[in-house]
């Protein structure tokens, strides 16, 4: 099993950045892919950004694709999201996931184990 923390959530205005970051601990070297999600209220719980844990391959939701980086940083077992040109609708809690299979890195039934997750809010 993993355990993974997130951190750097808060409240900024449209257009601001913000940096959350996600360590993990564990069995880590289990781990194939890391990724991120986010779930609004009333929303059902979507796809942000995933990153493969050896070769750092990224893939990103079209909603956040040239706004948000993704990063490993793998002797310390932490994964970064860098979030640039913040909008209102990326209002959410945003939440880190680990997983040890092969299966598509945008479905959160592939995922493994989750942090608790961190509140993002962007007001306009």
């Known amino acids: 099993q993993v355990q993974l923390v997130e951190s750097g959530g808060g409240l900024v205005q449209a257009g601001g950045s913000l940096r959350l970051s996600c360590a993990a601990s564990g069995r880590t070297f289990s781990t194939f892919a890391m990724g991120w999600f986010r779930q609004a209220p009333g929303k059902e719980r979507e796809f942000v950004s995933a990153?493969?844990?050896?070769?750092?391959?990224?893939y990103y939701a079209d909603s956040v694709k040239g706004r948000f980086t993704i990063s490993r940083d793998i002797a310390n077992n932490t994964v970064a999201l860098q979030m640039n040109n913040l909008k209102p609708e990326d209002t959410a809690v945003y939440l880190c996931?680990?997983?040890?299979?092969?299966?598509?890195?945008?479905?959160?039934?592939?995922?493994?184990?989750w942090g608790q997750g961190t509140q993002v809010t962007v007001s306009s």
């Open positions: 990153i493969s844990w050896s070769g750092g391959r990224t």
């Open positions: 996931a680990a997983k040890k299979g092969i299966g598509v890195v945008y479905a959160d039934g592939n995922y493994d184990s």
